[in-house]
């Protein structure tokens, strides 16, 4: 049997030297902060956010309450306990994130009786408010939400919803009484934009959906909160995760609709700037690829043809000029984070991490590689040392 000795040795090219990582979480509990789209560090690159808890390798039931801590990098990664919240998933978590531009206030999902709703808490004065509905991503400037029904998604991708709240329309495979809802992060206010039953009309390109249960997940807000991306997928009973899709955008009010790819898989993506989105896909003339979007167009091109050729989980650096991503376990079961340089074609890995194999299906750990504002700084989420933890990756000789 390989060790990760000696995996990692077989793996190391000659004179590849990799940046420096230390855990910022250890045992006896486990720990985590899920996807990697959300703002894990507040804006001095100082504080970390994550979640814990004291079981692994399991799903989650609705009295799982999990610990919601800040991780001080200053002060020997020390863990303070914030909150705490039964509405919670292994890959997203409970959509905890800092608000965007505070240096104060965090944001995340938990239920009351028999609804979700959402926490605005101040970390270091511990006052916070109650909005009547939870989020799923947040609008740059923290005026707005959208949020996808997370009752839903756990009867449909278990591993991305709530198990607190059963769906109401678990029945209907496209419901006109929920979808995605939006909610004014001040005052509460909260309207239904876009039901399943609306999105299902939108003619397809491709497929025939007739029977199938409709699903939305994957929301994410433009930079410049004009318009937000949603995955519509159709649930196939023998691979739920490998469904059809189609990744729409539309304005905040759900109207102007577009569907930006209509071929049947599109997986993780992330704003380049308001008009670009770049998304592992799969193209009928290239193949299952990354590709770079234009918004409400039909132009596309192939990103990192020779480099980036396995799906991952990607964002774009501060600058614009480098893609940090990771990959899914290899053979081997070790995960690869990594940096793409937009200018030079050249790939950075950060690491190879193992993932035992017990970390598969809706409890498997995903690198899920966050950046720090300071664009110096990576998190990722491993088990490769015994249980999922959070490390920090020194990325400033790479990216300086």
């Not at 004065?125 to 947040?138: D, F, Q, V």
């Not at 340089?341 to 017990?358: A, I, N, Q, V, W």
Request: one cysteine or more; aromatic letters at 12%; glycine letters at 8%.
């Amino acid at each position: 049997m390989l060790t990760r000795r000696t995996l990692l040795a077989s793996l190391l090219a000659p004179g590849e030297k990799l940046p420096p990582v230390r855990a910022i979480t250890k045992g006896p509990k486990f720990h985590w902060f899920g996807y990697y789209d959300k703002l894990q560090f507040d804006p001095t690159s100082r504080y970390v956010l994550g979640m814990e808890v004291d079981f692994e390798h399991r799903s989650p039931r609705p009295d799982d309450e999990i610990r919601l801590g800040i991780i001080d990098l200053q002060d020997g990664d020390r863990w303070r306990e914030i909150a705490r919240t039964k509405a919670w998933c292994w890959q997203q978590g409970c959509m905890l994130q800092w608000l965007p531009g505070s240096a104060n206030e965090v944001i995340f999902n938990d239920q009351e009786g028999d609804h979700y709703v959402s926490r605005v808490l101040n970390v270091h004065t511990g006052k916070s408010r109650t909005l009547p509905g939870p989020i799923y991503a947040l609008s740059p400037d923290a005026k707005w939400a959208v949020a996808t029904d997370f009752s839903r998604l756990a009867d449909t991708r278990p591993g991305y919803g709530y198990v607190g709240v059963p769906d109401r329309y678990k029945d209907v495979l496209a419901p006109e009484q929920t979808g995605i809802w939006w909610m004014d992060l001040k005052t509460g206010s909260r309207k239904l934009i876009l039901s399943y039953a609306e999105v299902a009309k939108v003619p397809y390109k491709i497929g025939d959906w007739t029977g199938y249960k409709h699903r939305i997940n994957h929301l994410l807000v433009s930079p410049d909160g004009s318009r937000f991306i949603f995955l519509h997928r159709r649930t196939v009973d023998s691979h739920p995760e490998y469904g059809n899709t189609r990744m729409f955008t539309a304005k905040p009010d759900g109207t102007d609709l577009y569907v930006v790819d209509p071929y049947g898989y599109t997986s993780h993506f992330i704003w380049r700037d308001p008009k670009h989105i770049m998304a592992w896909a799969r193209h009928p003339s290239h193949g299952d690829k990354f590709y770079l979007y234009e918004d409400k167009s039909e132009r596309v091109e192939v990103m990192g043809p020779e480099v980036m050729t396995e799906n991952g989980h990607n964002t774009y650096l501060p600058g614009q000029r480098w893609v940090l991503n990771d990959t899914y376990p290899d053979r081997n079961r070790l995960q690869h984070p990594y940096l793409f340089d937009t200018t030079t074609g050249r790939k950075t890995p950060l690491g190879h991490f193992l993932s035992p194999k017990e970390y598969a299906g809706e409890w498997r750990c995903d690198n899920h590689p966050r950046f720090s504002p300071n664009g110096r700084l990576v998190t990722i989420d491993s088990p490769h040392q015994g249980g999922r933890q959070i490390y920090l990756i020194d990325i400033s000789g790479i990216v300086a």
